[in-house]
């Protein structure tokens, strides 16, 4: 089942960069697959929880170090966004989601 879900998860990212590759040169594609990508992150979610269900682990084998890594990926990525954006002198209009993220992982750590 494992494998499954790592299967799920390619054909999630795939479709992810195919649908946003299309905005600028397909209108029509990209609209149309607007669904595809987030069904395909629903089906690998459940597939991975329905493995997890079943006594798997997809990663880690302690709960506190996924949480903290969790909260450090969070972090890291956040503070990456923000000196992207700070050198490109853009906003990406992510900074506030990502922030609210990791006080939410905070605060269950």
């Known amino acids: 089942m494992n494998e499954l879900f790592e299967k799920a998860f390619q054909a999630y990212t795939q479709m992810l960069k ?13 609209e149309a697959t607007e669904t595809f990508y987030t069904t395909l992150f629903d089906a690998a ?10 006594g798997g682990r997809l990663s880690g084998e302690n709960l506190e170090e996924e949480k903290a890594l969790a909260l450090k990926t969070l972090e890291d990525f956040q ?6 954006a700070k050198d490109e002198d853009i906003s990406l209009g992510t900074e506030d989601i990502l922030g609210s993220l990791a006080n939410n992982i905070e605060f269950q750590t």
Do not use: A
């Open 18 to 30: 195919i649908h946003i590759n299309t905005k600028t040169m397909d209108r029509d594609f990209h």
């Open 45 to 54: 979610h459940k597939i991975g929880e329905k493995y997890v269900d079943l």
């Open 79 to 84: 503070k990456e966004l923000e000196n992207f």
